[in-house]
T-cell receptor, first 113, second 117 residues
Framework: GNSVTQMEGPVTLSEEAFLTINCTYTATGYPSLFWYVQYPGEGLQLLLK?????DKGSNKGFEATYRKETTSFHLEKGSVQVSDSAVYFC????????????FGAGTRLFVKA | EAGVAQSPRYKIIEKRQSVAFWCNPISGHATLYWYQQILGQGPKLLIQ????????DSQLPKDRFSAERLKGVDSTLKIQPAKLEDSAVYLCASSLEGRLQGNYGYTFGSGTRLTVV
């Protein structure tokens, strides 16, 4: 079946450090891939997306590249800020007789000043 | 554009009581979802509506949970009777229909935090 696996958190970084949050998926065909971010006390917000292989999604300094050969969609940012502290969710949307979205378990990021 | 509106933001009830949550999606979004998010976990789909019809309710505990989307706009989710394990954040989301979900993703509300004591 379809699934999303994210690296376990929490991830703790100092401000201006490089961030990578790993995400791999299992799905047949060509799902669309997403990263959502959840700040404390809020709902999830779409951060970036990629709809086909080799696409790169980017937003607010975050990037992720759709790698079909490794079934991965790792989230990266070159220099994190304290305000990036949140929980990050990787997700895929797949047409399985209807469009369904599956979320990973989330990775909590703490950024220290 | 206005976001997905949910109410209430917080609710505390005793076990065996009933509770209802309300959601107003983004105008024009045909698809509406209710998710349950237990602390430290990713969202789990409870029910998906397309307009006012149910597309998927396979993970909805139908002995205690019910949901409706009258007129294909607002939706309510009800729990009766509540159990301790229902303590979670209940998220409503909406999206454009069908294949457009893959291009635009979901818009989530801020959620209702339910505590059952």
């Amino acid at each position: 079946g379809n699934s999303v696996t994210q690296m376990e958190g929490p991830v703790t970084l100092s401000e201006e450090a490089f961030l990578t949050i790993n995400c791999t998926y299992t799905a047949t065909g060509y799902p669309s891939l997403f990263w959502y971010v959840q700040y404390p006390g809020e709902g999830l917000q779409l951060l970036l997306k990629a709809t086909k292989a080799d696409d790169k999604g980017s937003n607010k300094g975050f990037e992720a590249t759709y790698r079909k050969e490794t079934t991965s969609f790792h989230l990266e940012k070159g220099s994190v800020q304290v305000s990036d502290s949140a929980v990050y969710f990787c997700a895929l949307t797949r047409n399985t007789g209807g469009f369904k979205t599956i979320f990973g378990a989330g990775t909590r990021l703490f950024v220290k000043a | 554009e206005a976001g997905v509106a949910q109410s209430p933001r917080y609710k505390i009830i005793e076990k065996r009581q009933s509770v209802a949550f309300w959601c107003n999606p983004i105008s024009g979004h045909a698809t509406l979802y209710w998710y349950q998010q237990i602390l430290g976990q990713g969202p789990k789909l409870l029910i998906q509506f397309q307009n006012n019809g149910v597309v998927d309710d396979s993970q909805l505990p139908k002995d205690r949970f019910s949901a409706e989307r009258l007129k294909g706009v607002d939706s309510t989710l009800k729990i009766q009777p509540a159990k301790l394990e229902d303590s979670a954040v209940y998220l409503c989301a909406s999206s454009l229909e069908g294949r457009l979900q893959g291009n635009y993703g979901y818009t989530f509300g801020s959620g209702t935090r339910l505590t059952v004591v």
